[in-house]
């Protein structure tokens, strides 16, 4: 049975022992895979989305990659408590908006 894109690249992040930029681990995913050109073109989008959205992945900065096993729950898991949200600038964009609709208006 053929591997999936993901399952290459965990196999793969299992050998090495540390985090791998995102285009050396798609390459060496294409060659595992014996992709063509084409299909590196037509794949990269969703194993982009397929790595992101695997569990067993984790992106530790600078678009690199790396095993989640490997890092400590508070290494990996962004605080939201440190998330700032500026109200008053969507308030802003809000007036903004409805200024510019009531001005079409005319």
Known sequence: MKKSMVDVAYD?????????VFLKLWEEVCQV???TKQQE?????????DLSLDDRFVNVGENKWDL?????????????EEILI?????????????????????
Not at 12 to 20: D, E, G, P, R
Not at 68 to 80: A, G, K, N, S
Not at 86 to 106: I, L, N, P
């Open 68 to 80: 989640r096993e490997r890092h400590t729950y508070h290494e990996v898991v962004v605080d939201t």
């Open 33 to 35: 895979m014996a992709f």
């Open 86 to 106: 500026d109200e008053e600038a969507d308030d802003d964009y809000e007036e903004d908006d409805a200024a510019k609709e009531g001005d079409e208006e005319f």
């Open 12 to 20: 793969l992040m299992s050998t090495k022992k540390k985090a791998i």
């Open 41 to 49: 073109e037509d794949n990269i989008a969703q194993f982009y989305s």
